[in-house]
């Protein structure tokens, strides 16, 4: 139907059918109809469809996908939502609010090098590509979209833009029939390939699939992923992710560093990779290991072995619905990733710890209250995230955002859908 048809749904009504991604319908309704407005005035009251795609928040299996293990993630109740309808004229257009339009010309998008690095239209060009390459349908069209999945806050903005790009050209031209998996990997090519970084796929498969998702990347082009239905929710508790206003610049040396230290201690074994390397080789192996890699990169190891284990028992206490064991490997976890991982805060600037303040904080207010708290993502800077009682998350708020800012915790639930077309 027409935009302005589509505004008339809205208003009378038709979100309601997703009040299970929706708690305020009253904010997503005004929200909605303002970016089918928007739409109408750059590009004239068309026929459009309106789709949604979740953030992502990384559970456990910190700095494991690329050594090919394990990863738990989840979709959050923040997402990126857009209006979009095919054209005829071989251009895509994407204006995406607050920032410029993107315009990518469909014949184009064979070759990156068409294409600047690190740009949106990069991704747009190489989300067209990777369905070519899969051999999927392509076509031009017009979008505008509103994007609540902050930047720079460790949920995965640009995972979840690739995504909605997919998700678009999905159902716009392939009628929906492509699984959100092999969207989520046309993604990754697209950010892999034309955006210029050589990211995993956890991001873009945690924001397409939904809800609760246990990744195995033993063979990283073919991932196993199997979706846990567990609601957090209905669990009692909250998903606070803390903001603590880091500094990330000059930090891709930090994070450099954690892949290429585990990778050199797997080629002391003969591998590309830890993958299949065991804590007893480690250890027996150790006083060689000292000298050879270094202390730092032998800890990242016993890391990497003890939480690829600690991923699949964690998906089984969700399975079982046995929150107290998840919350006690969601604290493993955060505890292995501050004292072997070593990625709380950057050596090249001690007196800028504001990841280790908000875990003392969450210490001081959660520990031994039924509640999780962890670094969240990369680390170094940015996110710590927490699993809060419900009871207790309003103080827990008030006392972390007096330290790092109003607006510094984020109060979100797991999102029980991935990247979905909204049809009213």
Known sequence: MKASELI???????????????????????????????????????EACLFSVPGRTEVQGNHTDHNHGCVLAAAIDRDIIAVASPTDDGIIR??????????????????????????????IAGT?????????????????TANRVLKGSGLSSSAAFEVMIGNIMNYLFNGGEINNEEIA?????AE????GKPCGLMDQMACAVGGFVH??????????????????????????ILNTGGNHADLNEDYASVPAEM??????????????????????????????VGDRALLRAIHFVRENERVGVTASYLKAGNVEGFLQTVLASGDSSYKYLQNVYTVKNVEEQGLSLALSLAESLLAGRGCAYRVHGG???GTTQAFVRRELAEDYKTVTESVFGEGACMMLSIRPLGAIEIKL
């Open 94 to 123: 994407v204006k995406s609010e607050g920032y410029p339009e993107d315009t990518v010309v469909l014949s184009e998008c064979d070759d990156a090098k068409n294409f600047a690095d690190f740009s949106s239209a990069s991704l």
């Open 185 to 189: 990997k046309i993604a990754q090519f």
């Open 128 to 144: 067209v590509g990777g369905f070519k390459k899969w051999g999927y349908q392509t076509g031009s069209f017009v979008a505008y």
């Open 215 to 240: 990744i195995d990347f033993a063979d990283p082009k073919n991932p196993v992923i199997d979706p846990i239905a567990f609601s957090l929710t209905d669990a009692g508790f909250v998903l606070c």
């Open 8 to 46: 008339t749904k809205i208003e009378g009504g038709a979100l309601a059918a997703y009040a299970n991604i929706y708690s305020d319908l009253a904010d997503q309704t005004e929200r909605y109809t303002g970016v089918l407005r928007e739409f109408i005035s750059l590009y004239g009251d068309r």
């Open 263 to 292: 990778k050199r201690v797997a080629n002391y074994f003969g591998k590309e990779v830890l993958r299949g390397i065991t804590e007893q080789d480690l250890i027996a192996n150790a006083p060689v290991l000292r000298k050879t």
């Open 379 to 381: 680390g170094f800077a």
């Open 192 to 195: 892999n390939e034309y955006f």
